[in-house]
């Protein structure tokens, strides 16, 4: 035996003789609650169900992270190490499990699992991965004090468990926080309860606020009384209603709102801009693109931001045509595959996940494409697809998630060549095999203008989830800093929003039933 596996002795001995008042009984049941990944598997329900957004995305990948980690420790490092477990000996009988491991104690599996999950959910959420982080540490140590593990097979689990997290990020990049130095603060107008706060709300988008069962409305009206909700119907006139809002709003000296998907948005974003309104954004459709990337997932955050006057400026991005005629997009434009890949992808990706999900998408779609023919920058280019994103998007690739910043002033340039031989089949064996960025037929860069002309082989283009006509000649540039939107300085805590969230929904649950409701000054109206 080593210096290293006398040490790990003399640690195990120690611990196994160690006297934790109250502890025998609770690691007990702890370390054989984590058995086959339980305790975390049910953690990650439990953060789906209660949590918001970043619970969810913390939620899935904790339990990828989990079965990576315990693939890793169970079909590859146990077989080769070998490593007996412990002997029982200093181990008192009120601390050993029922029934014993029957593999080898290299490394811990349940320190792997425990790590992975934790470490997982930290990479979406602080908040989140402290509430975790001690159960993972209180299940690692307990693997040492029932006696099946030694000290360094806990620590070589765990490196392996927050290794197997980290490398989840290769396929799926944690949405990480913005720092505030990379979005300067701009001036906009504080509505306390949105007292001159105009919202034009759009009910034929999407399915309403994320994660509440409350209609947008009642939301609304429940976290900025003083707000005026203007509702476009499946009948109404969408431009005149919007225009109504714009006009009330400048009327007011307040500011615009809109609640709806991102076609309704990037409508009222352009009014905003163009009467040097801020805006204020409600994420009422099924993806909400622009609001998730600003900073405001939840309406809780966008009603804050307007309490306080908190704002930051962000890029439009403009495609004009020789006439002068010009399309703006707040999130992406795009000519030739883009648009089908992205409806195939999302068709997926709730079955598959996000990255696989997108070469799946690829493979089909590049099987019946025909290429276009255009100039790009005075090179003439035969292309698959172009795709142009406001904002630099992260990851690389043909999975594209989130923007770190929005207001960079450069346009996020991609390119699929269909000059190439077998560029359709060397396309998607890089993005499979995670090296799209060192192939050939692919080209990324980040760039502040791109002139494009001479376009043939496709009759549309697609900005925001819309579709339109192709002119022959473009340029594609930004707006820089056009967009005063409302955003709070600070990320706002999600558990304490969802718990605010479920009582406003029993609220208004019970009022519907025609029960009596609870004074906000009744303690049983509080949790």
């Not at 790990?8 to 006297?19: E, H, K, Y």
């Not at 997290?165 to 799926?172: G, K, N, Q």
């Not at 809109?258 to 309104?277: E, I, M, Q, T």
């Not at 060397?426 to 050939?440: C, E, F, M, T």
Request: aromatic content about 6%; hydrophobic content about 45%.
């Amino acid at each position: 035996m080593g210096v290293l596996g006398e040490l790990d002795q003399r640690l195990f001995t120690r611990v196994a003789g160690a006297r934790l008042p109250g502890a025998d009984p609770a690691l007990t049941r702890l370390s054989h609650s984590a058995d086959h990944g339980r305790l975390w598997l049910c953690g990650a329900a439990g953060l789906a169900v209660v949590g918001g957004r970043t619970a969810r995305r913390a939620a899935l990948r904790g339990a990828g992270s989990l079965a990576l980690a315990s693939l890793t420790v169970n079909t590859v490092v146990k077989w080769g190490a070998r490593r007996p477990r412990p002997l029982l000996d200093h181990v008192p009988p009120i601390r050993q499990l029922t029934r014993q491991p029957h593999t080898t104690s290299f490394p811990s599996g349940h320190s792997a699992s425990a790590a992975a999950f934790a470490t997982a959910v930290a990479l979406e959420s602080t908040r989140y991965g402290l509430l975790v982080a001690p159960l993972a540490a209180a299940v690692a140590f307990s693997r040492v004090y029932v006696g099946v593990h030694y000290p360094g097979d806990v620590l070589a689990g765990v490196a392996i468990g927050a290794g197997a997290a980290a490398l989840t990020c290769r396929w799926w990049p944690a949405r990480v926080g913005v720092p505030e130095r990379e979005r300067p603060a701009a001036e906009a107008p504080a509505l306390p309860d949105g007292e001159g706060l105009v919202v034009f709300m759009n009910s034929r988008a999407g399915s309403g606020a994320p994660g509440s069962s409350l209609p947008p409305t009642e939301h609304l009206r429940g976290l900025l009384p003083r707000a005026e909700l203007i509702e476009v119907g499946p009948d109404d006139d969408f431009t005149e209603l919007l225009d109504r809002a714009v006009d009330r709003a400048r009327r007011s000296g307040g500011a615009l709102g809109v609640c709806g998907g991102d076609g309704s948005v990037n409508a009222a974003a352009h009014a905003a801009a163009r009467y040097g309104l801020a805006l204020a954004v409600f994420p009422g459709g099924t993806l909400n693109h622009f609001a998730q990337d600003v900073g405001v997932p939840e309406f809780e955050d966008t009603a804050v931001a307007v309490a306080r006057g908190e704002a930051v400026a962000v890029d439009i991005g403009v495609a004009t045509s020789v006439t002068g005629d010009e399309v703006r997009f707040l999130n992406t434009f795009s000519i030739g595959l883009y648009p089908e890949l992205v409806a195939l992808r999302e068709q997926l990706e709730k079955r598959l996940g996000k990255w696989p999900a997108a070469a799946v998408a690829l493979t089909r779609v590049l099987r019946t494409a025909t290429p276009i023919e255009l100039t790009v920058n005075g090179r003439s280019r035969r292309l698959w697809l172009l795709f142009a994103g406001n904002g630099r998007y992260r990851p690389d690739g043909f999975a594209p998630t989130y923007r770190p910043r929005l207001d960079d002033g450069l346009l996020d340039l991609r390119m699929v060549d269909g000059g190439h031989r077998l560029a359709r089949t060397r396309v998607v064996v890089s993005a499979l095999a995670g090296a799209l960025g060192r192939s050939r037929v692919y080209s990324a860069e980040a760039v502040p203008r791109v002139r494009l002309e001479g376009l043939r082989g496709t009759d549309t283009l697609a900005h925001d989830g819309e579709v339109a006509p192709t002119p022959v000649e473009l340029t594609l540039g930004k707006e820089h800093r056009a967009l005063v939107v409302y955003r709070p300085a600070l990320p706002q805590n999600e558990l304490a929003q969802q718990v605010r969230l479920a009582t406003a929904t029993a609220r208004y649950r019970a009022r519907m039933r025609g029960r009596r409701l609870p004074a906000d000054g009744d303690p049983s109206a509080r949790c």
